[in-house]
């Protein structure tokens, strides 16, 4: 019998990451957000920023923030939290996710 290595990281990623894990890691990155003075808000009301932008984004990058901490790819510019998979292994996530989606409905 050949062990597939592939096939057992695939099994690790689909047993952490499911989405109640991605809208938890979103909660932690948007908690670290709300603290940062650099998010829309806080620039808004202490820094004089001015934005036309309506959604809570990030002055730094630009990013919409409830987009971007769903985002198991990305990081914040500034360090305060980091990836968690590359983009590619994202990708493959997003397309099992919605694969199931489709098999429930």
Same mark, same amino acid.
């Given at each position: 019998?050949?062990?597939?290595?592939?096939?057992i990281l695939e099994g690790a990623w689909n047993?952490?990451?499911?989405?109640?894990?991605?809208?938890?890691?979103?909660?932690?990155?948007?908690?670290?957000?709300?603290?940062?003075?650099?998010?829309?808000?806080?620039?808004?009301?202490?820094?004089?920023?001015?934005?036309?932008?309506?959604?809570?984004?990030?002055?730094?990058?630009? @990013?919409? &923030?409830?987009?971007?901490?769903?985002?198991? !790819? %990305? =990081? @914040?510019? &500034?360090?305060?939290?980091?990836?968690?998979? !590359? %983009? =590619?292994?994202?990708f493959e996530i997003t397309k099992k996710l919605?694969s199931e989606d489709s098999k429930t409905k």
């Amino acid at each position: 019998m050949k062990l597939s290595l592939k096939g057992i990281l695939e099994g690790a990623w689909n047993s952490v990451f499911v989405k109640q894990k991605i809208e938890e890691i979103a909660g932690k990155r948007n908690e670290i957000c709300k603290g940062c003075s650099m998010n829309s808000d806080h620039a808004k009301r202490f820094n004089k920023y001015k934005s036309f932008r309506p959604d809570f984004h990030c002055t730094v990058c630009g @990013c919409d &923030l409830h987009l971007k901490t769903r985002a198991l !790819s %990305q =990081e @914040c510019p &500034l360090g305060k939290w980091v990836a968690h998979v !590359s %983009q =590619e292994e994202e990708f493959e996530i997003t397309k099992k996710l919605q694969s199931e989606d489709s098999k429930t409905k």
